[in-house]
């Protein structure tokens, strides 16, 4: 019988994600695959999608459209005062951080400039918009344990901790 993806399965990946035009985003290094549970939302949908079914060791190209990745983009970049951060703290471009609205709900924000002043901010994933390209390769499939279906995350060889 073979070994296919399914929910509920840890899954491990080799990947390389292009853009439209070819060019490398991103890619799993050597010894160091993506691992993930399938069915939990630990990778983008239209990836997940096209996963379920796939058997171990197989190879893939996924097309995935923004509204199945990280979205379209919505709304746009701004500065805002570098007071409104921690003194001291480390920004950089490519960077994650939250905010908080009025009602105290949680904003995710990428930093995309910093100066001395100023930091830019976007509300857009910095692949939002962007149709991804991805090749996996499929290096292996087990069951989730009860405790990491609970979790909603694979965890590693050594147990996990949170």
Do not use: W
Not at 29 to 37: A, C, D, K, T, V
Not at 113 to 136: C, K, M, Q, R, Y
């Amino acid at each position: 019988m073979t070994n296919k993806i399914t929910a509920n399965k840890v899954v491990t990946l080799a990947y390389i994600l292009r853009d439209d035009e070819g060019e490398i985003i991103d890619r799993s290094r050597e010894g160091s695959p993506l691992l993930y549970l399938h069915g939990a939302m630990n990778i983008v949908p239209g990836l997940e999608e096209q996963l379920e079914g796939v058997c171990e060791g197989e190879t893939i190209q996924a097309e995935v459209p923004p509204e199945k990745g990280y979205g379209p983009r919505v709304g746009e970049a701004q500065d805002v005062s570098r007071d409104l951060f921690p003194d001291g703290a480390e920004l950089s471009a490519g960077m994650q951080v939250v905010g908080h609205d009025e009602e105290g709900r949680r904003i995710p924000f990428f930093i995309t400039g910093v100066s001395e002043a100023t930091v830019t901010i976007d509300p857009n994933h910095p692949l939002a918009g962007e149709t991804l390209h991805f090749e996996v390769t499929v290096q292996s499939l087990r069951d989730a344990t009860d405790e990491e279906i609970e979790h909603g995350h694979p965890h590693g060889p050594g147990g996990h901790s949170h």
